[in-house]
């Protein structure tokens, strides 16, 4: 490499300079460290880390509040004498909290993709040496672990509580496997939702109301009818009418498969051969908005 | 008061392209539900009662309301093209109180009427369910619209406290704690409702008179407040 400075001879009229410039002859990390430092923003971005103070308090708001309520939960335990196990399965937890859950999702996914659109970005991305595919699987696998972050660490928060007051290890141990799973289940099911509606819109209001829609219009639709189901008796139609909204397929996944009783009305939740479905079902969303991601960033602008 | 341009403005921004969508599919699931619901239940009171209740005021009125409330200014404060808009000598208690009837008329057009269709088809108006939600409706609709709008003028994240306060205060805390639901649009609204439909189908806590003076106030208080924040709107870059 050389640095000194001198002069190149031409023709008498004309003469180039080379003033010095040197080309880049240091590391590049490549593919996979771009992808990895994707993720790692847009995870750490997800809970407001590395961005301003303001938009710390939601995300660190909602986390806590799923925390506290496991916290509370551990006291109650702790404090009720001849309690032996907690008041709460594991795989009720996340059932209970998905309004915190739905919210999280909402105000974070279009902070995530629809910014990026906005501020067109995006075409950024695209000239360091990522792939359209580098970029949909880092943002869903960020998503998806912020919303495992949000939805576990009550439940372990849960389970320390519950080896500290003695409950039967064996039990609890199973119970907070079956609730890991599930909640693993619920957040890349969730994320891939909230991430393709989230990538439809560069306005972010727009897309925290829509992504908002999709998981409450859509429980409050299937539990409605559920309700009048269970009322005029036709409980065969409520495990069906479960497969129309999230929340009630994770439900019905963990009712069929994981030990969980469901939430539905009357506890007619899914057996094995329905949970087939449901399952089949979830699958198929998780797959189908990876697929609509990559469909989607296959023209960078809108 | 009234300026039909800001009007007609207004109007484009919240019907035009993709925002309109989600606006048409609440009203069209609503009565898609109610076909469904007479064609397994038949026409009852009581089921017809629960799901314009259950679905229609408590999820449906409140979401379209945060879109009109917060959509009608939300977005133009947001991309800071509002600035155009006040640098037109049009008075800004003017713009505010023309963008609120703006988000009134969308919010009753898109909440009020499918409630009022998918109550003919429920039950056929049987004791006045279908004219009692669709007073709640048309009342809370006012209500939300002035409410969320404004919202949208105190804070950037205005679609999200929108949500929180209809979801988490009226959904969540409205069913645990008896006390939160006297400060609950939803139920002021039911109040309304309470009085036109017969024989204790609707149900409300609240008194109509404490009603009527809370969803005029509210209704009241938060335009003069809109108005006000918007005479001395700071535009904050988006962090």
Aim: aromatic share 8%; proline share 4%; charged share 10%.
């Amino acid at each position: 490499m050389s640095t000194e400075t001198g002069t190149v001879t031409g023709s008498d009229t004309s003469r180039i300079h080379n003033i010095g410039y040197r080309s880049y002859d240091g590391v590049r990390p490549g593919r996979a460290y771009a992808r990895r430092s994707l993720f790692s923003q847009s995870l750490r971005g997800s809970f407001g880390l590395g961005r301003s103070a303001k938009s710390k308090v939601l995300p660190m708001l909602l986390c806590g509040v799923m925390c506290m309520v496991a916290l509370i939960l551990v006291a109650v335990a702790m404090a009720t004498p001849n309690m032996t196990k907690l008041p709460i399965e594991y795989t009720a937890f996340a059932i209970y909290l998905q309004a915190v859950i739905g919210l999280f999702i909402a105000s974070q996914a279009p902070q995530s993709v629809s910014r990026d659109l906005r501020f067109k970005s995006v075409p950024l991305y695209f000239s360091r040496p990522i792939e359209r595919l580098d970029y949909v699987i880092a943002k869903l696998a960020a998503m998806a672990s912020a919303l495992l972050i949000l939805t576990g660490l009550p439940l372990v928060i849960l389970y320390v509580g519950a080896l500290l007051a003695k409950f039967d290890f064996a039990e609890q141990t199973k119970g907070f496997g079956q609730g890991m799973v599930s909640v693993a289940l619920l957040s890349v099911l969730f994320a891939g939702l909230g991430l393709v509606v989230a990538a439809l819109t560069p306005r972010r209001g727009f897309g925290v109301a829509a992504v908002i829609a999709v998981l409450t219009i859509t429980y409050g639709a299937v539990s409605t009818v559920q309700a009048i189901a269970w009322e005029t008796g036709s409980t065969g139609a409520i495990t069906w009418l479960g497969l129309f909204s999230p929340i009630t397929l994770v439900d019905g996944v963990q009712t069929a498969f994981l030990g969980a009783s469901s939430a539905f009305p009357g506890g007619e939740g899914p057996g094995a051969a329905a949970g087939v479905a449901y399952l089949i079902v979830v699958l198929a969303l998780v797959a189908g908005s990876y697929a609509v991601l990559m469909r989607r960033y296959r023209k960078v602008g809108l | 008061m009234y300026d039909p341009t800001v009007a007609r403005l207004t109007y484009r921004a919240l019907l035009g392209r993709r925002r309109a969508a989600i606006l048409f599919v609440l009203p069209v699931l609503l009565v898609v539900i109610a076909v469904a619901v007479r064609a397994f239940a038949g026409a009852d009171d009581d089921v017809a009662s629960g799901v314009l209740g259950g679905f229609a005021i408590a999820t449906m009125v409140p979401l379209i309301g945060v879109i009109a409330g917060t959509g009608a200014i939300g977005p133009e404060i947001d991309d800071g093209s509002i600035v155009y808009l006040l640098a037109k000598p049009v008075k800004r208690p003017t713009i505010i109180f023309t963008k609120l009837i703006v988000a009134i008329a969308v919010t009753m057009l898109f909440s009020a009427l499918p409630t009022f269709v998918a109550g003919m088809i429920l039950n056929g108006n049987g004791g006045q369910i279908a004219v009692a939600y669709t007073i709640a409706a048309l009342v809370a609709s006012i209500a939300y619209s002035a409410l969320f709008l404004l919202l949208g003028t105190v804070s950037r994240h205005a679609v999200v406290f929108g949500l929180v306060y209809a979801l988490v205060w009226e959904a969540l805390f409205g069913s645990l704690v008896p006390g939160a639901r006297t400060l609950s649009v939803q139920q002021w609204s039911l109040s309304v409702a309470e009085k036109v439909a017969g024989d204790g189908l609707v149900t409300s806590d609240v008194g109509l008179p404490l009603a009527t003076i809370l969803l005029v106030g509210v209704t009241v208080a938060a335009t003069w407040y809109a108005g006000q924040k918007l005479r001395a709107l700071k535009l904050a870059g988006e962090e």
